[in-house]
C-alpha cells in the first residue's frame, strides 16, 4: 500500500466525523465541539485507540493554526467604537472573574492542605479560558447581542490578562520556594506579553495597509492566511504567544483597514476544517483517567474555579454598573478551559519538577471536564440570554 494512503484515509474520515459533529449540534443541545472532543476520545488511547501513530505528529501544528486563526478573529471585536461602548463593561467583568477565580482557587486550596507553591500556580491557571471553544459556539448557533458582544471581548483580553497575572502568582510560588530569580519569572511573562502585542502591531500596519487593494475572493483569502501564519510563525519564533499576536494583529487591521471584514469573512471561510482536525486530535490527547486521578484537591479546584468566575462576573459588573442579565451569566459562558491552561501548568511543571506528579493530573482533570461541560453551558446560557434564536 503507498505511503500517502494513511494519510488520505485518516484525514477523509476525520472530515466526515467532523460533518457528523456538526450535524449532531445543529439537531441537540450538544455543541459541535463537545461531540469532536467526545469523538476525539473514543479513537484515541483513551478508548478505542484507532488513530495512525503519525497523527500525533499534526497536533502541535494545527493547535498554532487554530488558536492563531481564532485570536485574529478575536481581534475584529476589539474596536476602538465597540470598546468605547463596552469599556468599562468588560474590562470590570474580565477583572472581577479573574482576581476572583484566582483568589478563591489559591485561598481555599491551600486552607485545605494544598501546598502553597502549588495553591498559588492553580490559582494562576484558574482564570485561563479556551477561546477556540467560546467562538466557535457563538458563530454554530449565530448568537449576535450585547451579551455575545461582551463575551467575545473579554474572551479577547482573557488570555493577556491570565499571562500576567499566572506570572505574577508563579514569581509568588519561586519567592515562597525561596528561588532567586523571581524578577527573571516575572520579566519573562512582560517580555511574553508587551513582545506579542508589539509583534502583533507591526504585522497588523502593512496588513492593513495591503487588505484594502486586494481583491475579494481567492486572493484576499490567500492574503489573510498568509499573514496570519506568518504571524503565527514569527511569533513561535521569538518564544512569545503566538494568539495574543495574530489577536494584536486583527485589532490593527480592524481598526485600520479600509475594508477591514474582508481578511476576517476570508479567514471563517477556511478556518472550520482545521478546527475538525484539532479538536479531535484535542480529544484523542485527553485522558479520561486523569479525571479518576484528581482526587479531592481536583475537584475543588474545578468547583472553586467555576464558583470564582461565576462571582468575580457578578462583583465586576455590581462595581461598573452593568446590566444585571450580563453579570449575572457571563461567568457561566466562561467556564470553557484548554490548550492556554495546559501551556501554564507544563512551564509551572518545569519550575517545580517535583510538584509535577500533583499539578499535571490535577489541571488535566480539569481541562478534559471543563471541555467537555463549558461549552454545553454557553450554548445554554446564549439561548437564555436571548442571543440567539431557539434551542434546536
Known amino acids: 500500500m503507498s505511503a500517502v494512503a494513511p494519510v488520505l484515509i485518516t484525514l477523509g474520515s476525520l472530515f466526515l466525523v467532523g460533518l457528523l459533529a456538526d450535524l449532531i449540534g445543529r439537531h441537540t443541545v450538544l455543541p459541535r465541539i463537545t461531540v469532536l472532543l467526545m469523538a476525539g476520545i473514543a479513537i484515541g488511547p483513551s478508548a478505542l485507540d484507532i488513530l495512525p501513530a503519525f497523527t500525533e505528529q499534526w497536533f502541535p501544528v494545527l493547535t498554532d ?27 470590570a467583568l474580565s477583572l ?54 461582551t463575551l467575545l471581548d473579554i474572551v479577547a483580553i482573557d488570555d493577556a490578562l491570565g499571562l500576567l497575572l499566572f506570572s505574577l502568582l508563579l514569581a509568588g510560588a519561586q519567592a515562597v520556594a525561596g528561588d532567586g530569580d523571581v524578577g527573571g519569572v516575572l520579566a519573562i511573562g512582560l517580555t511574553d506579553v508587551v513582545g506579542a502585542l508589539l509583534l502583533g502591531l507591526l504585522m497588523g500596519l502593512p496588513m492593513a495597509f495591503v487588505t484594502g487593494r ?25 518564544e512569545i504567544s ?34 475538525i482536525l484539532f479538536f479531535l486530535l484535542a480529544g484523542a490527547a485527553l485522558r479520561i483517567d486523569s479525571l479518576i486521578d484528581v482526587g479531592v484537591w481536583g475537584v475543588a479546584c474545578i468547583a472553586l474555579r467555576a464558583l470564582g468566575l461565576i462571582t468575580g462576573a457578578m462583583i465586576g459588573g455590581l462595581f461598573s454598573g452593568t446590566d444585571r442579565e450580563i453579570s449575572r451569566w ?21 519550575r517545580f519538577p517535583e510538584f509535577r506528579e500533583i499539578l499535571l493530573p490535577i489541571v488535566l482533570g480539569s481541562t478534559v471536564f471543563f471541555e467537555l461541560i463549558g461549552p454545553v453551558i454557553t450554548r445554554l ?12
Not at 493554526?65 to 474590562?91: C, D, H, N, P
Open 242 to 275: 503566538f494568539i495574543l499576536s495574530a489577536m494584536a494583529m486583527g485589532v490593527v487591521v480592524a481598526n485600520f483597514a479600509k475594508h477591514h471584514k474582508r481578511p476576517f469573512h476570508a479567514i471563517e471561510g477556511v478556518e472550520w476544517p482545521f478546527m
Open 381 to 392: 446560557v446564549l439561548f437564555r440570554v436571548g442571543d440567539a434564536d431557539k434551542m434546536p
Open 330 to 350: 457571563i461567568g457561566f459562558a466562561l467556564l470553557p478551559q484548554a490548550g492556554v491552561a495546559l501551556g501554564m501548568v507544563l512551564m509551572a511543571s518545569q
Open 96 to 149: 472581577g472573574e479573574a482576581i476572583m477565580a484566582a483568589l478563591l482557587t489559591g485561598t481555599i486550596l491551600f486552607l485545605i492542605g494544598v501546598p502553597i507553591e502549588v495553591a498559588l500556580i492553580l490559582a494562576g491557571v484558574a482564570p485561563a479560558s479556551d477561546p477556540v471553544a467560546t467562538l466557535d459556539v457563538v458563530r454554530e448557533i449565530e448568537a449576535k447581542g450585547r451579551f455575545t458582544d
Open 214 to 238: 486586494v481583491e475579494p475572493g481567492e486572493p484576499i483569502q490567500a492574503e489573510a492566511l498568509g499573514w496570519v501564519l506568518l504571524c503565527s510563525g514569527l511569533a513561535e519564533w521569538l
Open 65 to 91: 493554526i487554530a488558536l492563531a486563526m481564532v485570536g485574529f478573529l478575536l481581534g475584529q471585536k476589539l474596536t476602538v467604537s465597540g470598546l468605547r461602548e463596552l469599556g468599562s463593561t468588560v474590562f
